[in-house]
């Protein structure tokens, strides 16, 4: 048995304590993670929908609504809502579909890529840090554990978002 395959065994039989102990850091290391996007987005009366909407129409410029409705999980009604903000204050602009004018595409403008910046760079710096103290194993295995903590359909879509960005 490799040592890959004798940790993983190892990994079976973790007690509910330890399971509890992960549950936690989760929810600390989520806590962290939004902390410094939360203060930024919070001076403009943002949320974290509007985090969300702004950072995945920056990975994929053009997106449709009804893509970003699916990467989001979100109603149609509050999507709405995040959108007419983002176009209201200029962040965001919505354009007729080339290929089917009845789509509507979404891009950032240069304000929203600036305040996209400003979100990520500070998510960055966090997990840039968290990163190199834990060390590229690490790394490696805390991706896996996300990967496998999507539902199937989920990851797939996840999935499908990286190699788009590959």
């Known amino acids: 048995m490799n040592e890959t395959s004798a940790s993983g065994e190892n ?99 240069e304000k929203g890529a600036e305040l996209e910046r400003r979100l990520s760079e500070a998510q960055r710096a966090r997990m840039r840090t968290a990163y190199r103290t834990a060390g590229p194993q690490a790394v490696a295995g805390f991706r896996q554990v996300l990967e496998a903590m999507m539902d199937e359909q989920i990851r797939a879509q996840y999935l499908s978002l990286k190699e788009v960005r590959s």
């Open 11 to 109: 990994l079976l039989f973790l007690t509910d304590e330890q399971l509890r102990k992960g549950i936690e850091a989760m929810f600390f290391a989520y806590r962290g993670f939004t902390a410094d996007p939360d203060r930024i987005l919070s001076e403009l009366a943002y949320g974290r929908a509007h985090h969300r909407a702004v950072h995945f129409i920056n990975r994929s410029p053009g997106l449709t609504v009804n893509a970003l409705l699916s990467v989001l999980g979100v109603t149609k009604q509050s999507l709405n809502r995040v959108l007419r903000t983002l176009i209201e204050d200029g962040l965001v602009e919505s354009r007729v579909g080339r290929k089917d004018r009845r789509e509507r595409q979404l891009f950032l403008t």
